[in-house]
C-alpha cells in the first residue's frame, strides 16, 4: 500500500533480508519445513511456479486476480540507503 502511494514498484527497489528460491516440486515441502524451522523463515511460503510457456515471459497475478507481465528493468535501480 505505502508503495502505491508513493508511486514505486516493489519489485524494483532495493529490498535486503528477502530470499526467492527456485526449487524442483519434489522437494518443495522439506524445503520450507526446513525454511520455516529457522526463525527468520517463519513465512516462508510458494508464491509461484515456473512453467513450460513459449512466451518466455514472467507473469505474476494481482491481488485483484488479474494478471500483468514484469518488464525487465528500464533504468538503473535506486541506490541502496544502508
Do not use: S
Amino acid at each position: 500500500a505505502a508503495c502505491e502511494l508513493l508511486g514505486l514498484d516493489p519489485l524494483y527497489i532495493a529490498n535486503e533480508g528477502k530470499l526467492v528460491a527456485f526449487c524442483p516440486a519434489a522437494v518443495v515441502t522439506e524445503l520450507l519445513q526446513v525454511m520455516r524451522g529457522h526463525p527468520l523463515g517463519h513465512d516462508a511460503a510458494i508464491i509461484g511456479e515456473v512453467v513450460v510457456d513459449q512466451r518466455a515471459v514472467v507473469e505474476i497475478e494481482t491481488l485483484m486476480g488479474g494478471h500483468r507481465i514484469v518488464d525487465w528493468p528500464t533504468h538503473a535501480p535506486l541506490p541502496r540507503i544502508c
